[in-house]
């Protein structure tokens, strides 16, 4: 089958997001969609989806012209997807089995009126275990961490035969090891059932790995369709991608990391999800925080940061102990956190981005008596706007209809706004292009360099390779190993990562 | 980075917003029914004196709902509001009345004994986690006994015994009933409306509250102590709940039984109908004062049109069902 559009093109206020698109792919192949954060991928994904109602142009399956309004005649026509913002998708307080099989509870039980409660939950299971996963199906989805989230909602589109699978960056909270069980299945799929997936992602290196032809977008349009050859190199990507030359090595710039500010001992959680971690970081050191996903880095970062409970442990600043019960203490001893979760934990998606950027430094934009500094608030938002590169009509712009790179900009520009003096990025990258990324670890490394600790979580093992000065390996909630990045490499990270000892 | 450019273009919000109908429904809605009203009785609606009666009615409704807008704002709810307020007209009433106590005393007292009072809500809702719909659910009923039993079980006013029997001697002085009557009420509604929305929009606070009140997870990472800002929230609505009280005493010169409980429910609707006016789509003080109107005017010209009192709520339900409609019915849900 083969699925075409014809001049495309989808304008939201202000913003035109697609411009005459002509796209197409056909069942049997794994397509790339690439471009730069706000290119327009998602956009193509939702019209094809019956999400985006407001498109005008052509679209024909097998020549026939069709209509795609609803996500009803979507699915009619064969073509699933898996959304970018994961929690959008899910229903957070139903269960696992519930949210997997919420097509056959809407659409597949037909006349039947009540729930098989038993086969629902083994379809559920049988879906999941496809994927590799061992998920107890009756746990909440809330209850859950993002990476599983993301499974069961790619474990929900596959249980619906279909044509065209769209994957709006499914392996943004993955780790290598995941992405891998996830390109297992997908090649699985690809052998039984000849479908057409349409695959978005940042990281470029899976892209050639797992994916046939690509299609890069720039500013709504598309730029480029090539075949992946072993010829084409990630640098040729994405200079197309940005439209401009690009340098693929970052540079390690070299800081000087002076005596140690900030230590951590013996530190718990109520939970049992972190357990005895120790670490120290010296003035103006990057750390990293390397492990799989589920290794209690996140849990970590909320604990270090008083969101969570301590049940043991001791936190020092400067030689000082600091009493920190909860995220109100935290930012008070100048800590400032960016949190994995963008649209749950990190933005007020209903804001505007100024409102946004400036939400966690308020205090220093306003007068004594607590009144606020229009002027101020937006100089500060437009500075950050500009350094980031945030992509948006104006200021003004809801945070909610920012593409998803872009949001996950303003997550990372409200706290570097903030001026901590202790950092802990969570996962920072995820989600934004390769461009973008280059200008955040530039600014990470100013910090650094201004003497602030940096505390850099990530499942990325190049990225922990690439910012960090020293790493420590987390495995089920206890740090596993101390590394010197410059000394250490991919296999040894990943073999601490896995559970390995000395 | 040709995108980021675009911003610095001059005034950017007012060249990307579109006119957008729903945002102007309450608007226009006043100025429809104002019309209906002025055609169907030319003689009495349109005077002057009527619309100062339109402006006081409207004046407890908009300090109630100003206090409801805090609450709102911050994701809270009230169902209690009302009983509250009357609580505070007991307290006040009682005050000056039975105890023949100075008035400005009294409404001092009465705020602070009001807080007090809110403090159980807020113990409910922050400490022991209960739904803010379920904890002042049961405020609702319990201030209503609580009020009733404080005053016996009949109202408070000027020359009636105490419930021990014993006379009252206190008077309210013609400067306390002044605070009933225009212009006086209607500035103190205008000093609440003003004060809320420098408070809300103004002030590093109303951002806190707005953004507990938008994601409390977010809110909570960014270092905000969404508890005691709740608590905050709770004790300035309780402030201006104590204030619409006093002003429903000094208006029927006595503290009737459940005298301002009247009021929860057009105080409420001022709320969200407000949410809607000019596209805000959160609670906030200036939407809330156009909700209030709308609400007063359609009680006051119903009244004038002699619509029966027992389908006066049915009417009113439907025009502002309708009113909701209009406002509502194209917002995308997401
Ligand atoms: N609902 C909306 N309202 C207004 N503008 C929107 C809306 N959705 C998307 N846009 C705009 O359309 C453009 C394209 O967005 P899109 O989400 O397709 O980008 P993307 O290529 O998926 O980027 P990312 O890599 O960050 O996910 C962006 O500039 C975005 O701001
Ligand atoms: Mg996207």
């Known amino acids: ?502 | 980075m040709s995108d980021t450019k675009e911003i610095s273009s001059s005034n950017p919000l007012k060249r990307r917003k579109k006119f957008k109908v729903s945002d102007y429904t309450a608007l226009f809605a006043i100025v429809v029914l104002l019309i209906v009203f002025s055609v169907l009785r030319p003689e009495n609606f349109p005077t002057r004196t009527n619309m100062v009666t339109i402006l006081r009615s409207i004046s407890v409704t908009t300090v109630l709902a100003s206090g409801l807008t805090f609450t709102m704002s911050i994701g809270g709810l009230d169902l209690s509001a009302g009983n509250m307020a009357s609580m505070s007209g007991y307290f006040c009433a009682s005050f000056i009345l039975w105890y023949g106590m100075n008035q400005y005393l009294a409404i001092g007292l009465t705020i602070i004994l009001t807080m007090m009072l809110t403090l159980i809500t807020m113990f409910l809702i922050i400490k022991c986690h209960i739904p803010e719909l379920l904890a002042t659910c049961a405020m609702m009923f319990f201030l209503e006994g609580l009020g009733l039993t404080y005053a016996g079980g009949s109202a408070i006013s000027q020359g009636l015994p105490r419930p021990s029997g014993k006379p009252a001697e206190g008077v309210f002085s013609n400067s306390f009933k002044a605070m009933g009557t225009s212009p006086t009420i209607i500035i103190i509604m205008i000093i609440v409306v003003i004060f809320a929305y420098v408070a809300l929009n103004h002030t590093k606070y109303g951002r806190y509250i707005y953004a507990v009140g938008g994601n409390k997870t977010a809110a909570k990472l960014s270092g905000i102590n969404i508890e005691r800002y709740r608590l905050y929230t709770g004790m300035v609505a309780a402030a201006i709940i104590a204030l619409a009280g006093v002003l429903v005493v000094a208006r029927n010169t006595s503290a009737q039984v459940s005298g301002a409980a009247s009021y929860q429910m057009p105080a409420m609707s001022a709320v969200f109908i407000g949410q809607s006016v000019l596209g805000v789509r959160k609670p906030n003080p200036f939407g809330t004062l156009v909700g209030a109107t709308l609400v007063g005017i359609l009680d006051n010209g119903l009244v004038m049109l002699s619509v029966p009192y027992y389908a006066l709520n049915m009417i009113k339900g439907a025009v502002l069902g309708i009113a909701l409609i209009a406002a509502y019915a194209n917002t995308k849900t997401d």
């Open chain 1, 1 to 502: 089958m083969k699925l075409e559009v014809k001049n495309l093109s989808m304008e939201f206020p202000g913003v035109k997001a697609l411009q005459n698109v002509d796209f197409e792919v056909e069942t049997g192949e794994i397509r790339a969609v690439v471009g730069a954060n706000g290119a327009g991928k998602s956009t193509l994904m939702k019209v094809l989806a019956g999400a985006n109602p407001g498109y005008t142009g052509e679209i024909f399956i097998d020549g026939k012209p069709v209509e795609i309004r609803t996500p009803a005649q979507a699915k009619e026509l064969g073509i699933e997807i898996v959304y970018q913002e994961v929690d959008t998708a899910l229903i957070p307080t139903l269960s696992v089995a519930e949210n997997i099989m919420m097509n056959y509870l809407i659409s597949g039980m037909e006349k039947k009126v009540i729930v098989d409660w038993p086969k629902l939950k083994q379809e559920a299971r049988e879906s999941l275990s496809r994927l590799g996963l061992d998920i107890d199906v009756d746990t909440r989805v809330n209850q859950l961490p993002l990476a599983q989230k993301q499974m069961v909602l790619i474990a929900r589109a596959v249980r619906e035969h279909c044509n065209f699978l769209l994957l709006d960056e499914p392996t943004a909270p993955l780790s290598l090891s995941e992405t891998q069980t996830l390109f297992e299945m997908i090649r699985r799929l690809m052998e039984n059932e000849q479908i057409c997936i349409i695959f978005i992602s940042h990281r470029l290196q899976e892209i050639t790995e797992i994916c046939e032809t690509l299609t890069v977008m720039r500013n709504g349009k598309i730029v480029d369709n090539r075949p992946i050859t072993p010829e084409v190199t990630i640098q040729q990507i994405v200079e197309t991608m940005l439209g401009r030359k690009y340098d693929d090595v970052f540079e390690h710039a070299d800081h000087e990391v002076g005596e140690e500010l900030f230590r951590v001992e013996d530190l718990s959680d109520t939970e049992n999800k972190v357990h005895n971690v120790s670490f120290h970081i010296g003035k103006g050191e990057i750390v990293g925080i390397a492990g799989l996903v589920g290794a209690g880095k996140s849990e970590l970062c909320k604990l270090l940061f008083g969101a969570t409970k301590r049940s043991s442990g001791k936190i020092f600043y400067h030689g000082q102990e600091l009493k920190i019960v909860n995220t109100t203490d935290a930012v008070k001893n100048g800590f400032s956190l960016v949190p994995e979760e963008r649209r749950k934990e990190g933005v007020l998606v209903n804001e505007t981005v100024e409102f946004n950027i400036v939400s966690a430094c308020l205090g220093r934009l306003s007068t004594k008596l607590g009144f606020l500094r229009p002027k101020e608030q937006n100089r500060v938002a437009l500075k950050y706007i500009e350094l980031l590169g945030v992509k948006t009509p104006s200021e003004k712009q809801l945070v909610a209809n920012l593409s998803g790179g872009n949001q996950q900009k303003v997550a990372v520009a409200k706290w570097l706004a903030a001026e901590s003096d202790v950092y802990i990025f969570d996962e920072p990258t995820k989600g934004i292009d390769v461009g973008a990324k280059g200008e955040i670890f530039a600014l990470i490394q100013k910090i650094a360099s201004e003497g602030k600790c940096v505390i850099y979580v990530s499942c990325e093992t190049q990225e922990i390779l690439s910012i960090t000065d020293r790493t420590y390996v987390m495995y089920s909630g206890r740090i596993q190993k101390e590394l010197v990045t410059s000394r250490t490499n991919e296999e040894e990270i990943t073999y601490y990562a896995t559970g390995g000892t000395d």
